[in-house]
Structures are given as structure tokens and as C-alpha cells.
């Protein structure tokens, strides 16, 4: 059972993959270059630096939180993405739930379960809440520049 599940599930999980990294990577290599052609970097470059340590320490850690601030986004763009997805394929998840919920198939008459939408409606701004509080985290941890200093 596992496993037909997984075989059915294997191409339309690629696809998004792959549709939803394409800005992800695109961005973070914009962002990279640019970063590699910067006074600071240079200045790297003529200390005898390593191109390998200048790209990873420098480079990399100066341009991380756009690329947090897009992956979160691209994340969160995924929600009104799975409700469509999941009601046109069929999967039994959070978004066949939601459209299930809001029964548009009656023809004149829209039956709602409101119940099951505020739920829904709650838990997803739940996971949106989460998703940028753990992006605000790793800014932290990905550029040295951000700190939060405590107060007396």
C-alpha cells in the first residue's frame, strides 16, 4: 500500500519541487555574484583568501537573509497552492479538506462547514506564524550583523 501511494505521490511532489526551487535558486545566485564583486570581498581576495572560504563565509553569509526572507515566501506560497492541487488530484490532505469544506459542487446552493474552515483557517495561520518566526531565527544565525541586544 506504502508503496503505490509513494510511486503516485513521486511525480506531482517533483513537479512542485521543482517549479517552487527555480526562484529560490535563481535569486540566491543573483544574489551570490553580486555579493562576490563587492569591496569587502575583493579586499578578501587580496589577503590570499580561498575563493571556496570567501564564497561560503563571506559571500554566502552577507546574502542569506534575502534568500531566507524568499524560501519563506516560497513556502507560504504553497498554501492556496496545495487547496487547488490536493481538490484536483484527489489526495486526502489539508487542502482536499478545505475545498471539501466549502462544497462548491451544489450547483446554486454553496454549502459551508464553518466549523472545519475556522479550523483550518487557524491551524494554517498557525503554520505561517511559525514559518516566519523560525525565518526571523535564523536570520540570527546565518548573518553575524543581526543581533538582538538585551536591554537593562
Avoid at 466549502?102 to 494554517?124: M, P, Q, W, Y
Amino acid at each position: 500500500y506504502y508503496w503505490g501511494v509513494f510511486k503516485r505521490m513521486l511525480f506531482p511532489i517533483l513537479v512542485i519541487i521543482v517549479i517552487k526551487l527555480n526562484p529560490i535558486a535563481w535569486s540566491t545566485k543573483s544574489l551570490v555574484s553580486s555579493e562576490l564583486k563587492e569591496d569587502y570581498v575583493v579586499g578578501q581576495r587580496a589577503k590570499g583568501l580561498p575563493e571556496k572560504i570567501i564564497a561560503r563565509k563571506h559571500a554566502l553569509r552577507s546574502s542569506a537573509p534575502p534568500i531566507i526572507t524568499k524560501s519563506a515566501h516560497v513556502i507560504l506560497s504553497l498554501v492556496p497552492e496545495i487547496i487547488i492541487f490536493e481538490s484536483i488530484i484527489g489526495w486526502p490532505g489539508i487542502g482536499y479538506l478545505f475545498y471539501r469544506a466549502l462544497d462548491l459542487s451544489g450547483g446554486s446552493s454553496i454549502k459551508i462547514d464553518a466549523n472545519v474552515l475556522i479550523g483550518l483557517v487557524f491551524f494554517i495561520s498557525i503554520v505561517i506564524i511559525t514559518i516566519n518566526w523560525i525565518a526571523d531565527i535564523l536570520y540570527g544565525f546565518a548573518d553575524p550583523r543581526v543581533r538582538v541586544k538585551k536591554e537593562d
